[in-house]
C-alpha cells in the first residue's frame, strides 16, 4: 500500500516561491505517473500538473504554466512541486498524488493515492 505525505506548504508574499514535497513508503512512486492537485476553499479540487512514470513528460494546468514545475526523484521515492511567481489565487491546500495506471492523467478520479495535503497561502 502506497502511503504519500506532502509537505512545504507555508505563508508566502505574492511574487515569492514554494517548493512543495511529496514522500512516500509502503511501496514505490518509481513506476507511477504522478500529479498534484489544489483545493480552495468553496471550489473543487482541480489539476495543476502530472508526470509520466519516466519523468519524461509533464502536463500543466494553464493556469500555472511556465511558473510551476514537476520533478521526481525516484532514488528517494519523493516527488517535488516547485512553484514560482506565486499569485494570490494559487491560495489553496496542495495535494500529491499517485496512479495504478499507466498514463498521466489531470482527472481527480485517476489517482488512487493521495497525500494529505499541504497548506499554501500567499498573501502580503
Known amino acids: 500500500q502506497l502511503h504519500l505525505v506532502a509537505s512545504g506548504g507555508g505563508l508566502v508574499q505574492p511574487g515569492g516561491s514554494l517548493r512543495l514535497s511529496c514522500s512516500a513508503d509502503?511501496?514505490?512512486?518509481?513506476?507511477?505517473?504522478v500529479g498534484w492537485f489544489r483545493q480552495a476553499p468553496g471550489k473543487e479540487r482541480e489539476f495543476v500538473t502530472a508526470l509520466n512514470w519516466s519523468g519524461t513528460r509533464t502536463y500543466y494546468a494553464d493556469s500555472v504554466k511556465g511558473r510551476f514545475t514537476i520533478s521526481r526523484d525516484n532514488a528517494k521515492n519523493t516527488m517535488y512541486l516547485q512553484m514560482n511567481s506565486l499569485k494570490p489565487e494559487d491560495t489553496a491546500v496542495y495535494y500529491c498524488a499517485a496512479t495504478t495506471g499507466s498514463l498521466a492523467s489531470s482527472r481527480v478520479a485517476d489517482y488512487n493515492y493521495w497525500g494529505q495535503g499541504t497548506q499554501v497561502t500567499v498573501s502580503s
Open positions: 509502503g511501496s514505490t512512486l518509481r513506476s507511477r505517473p
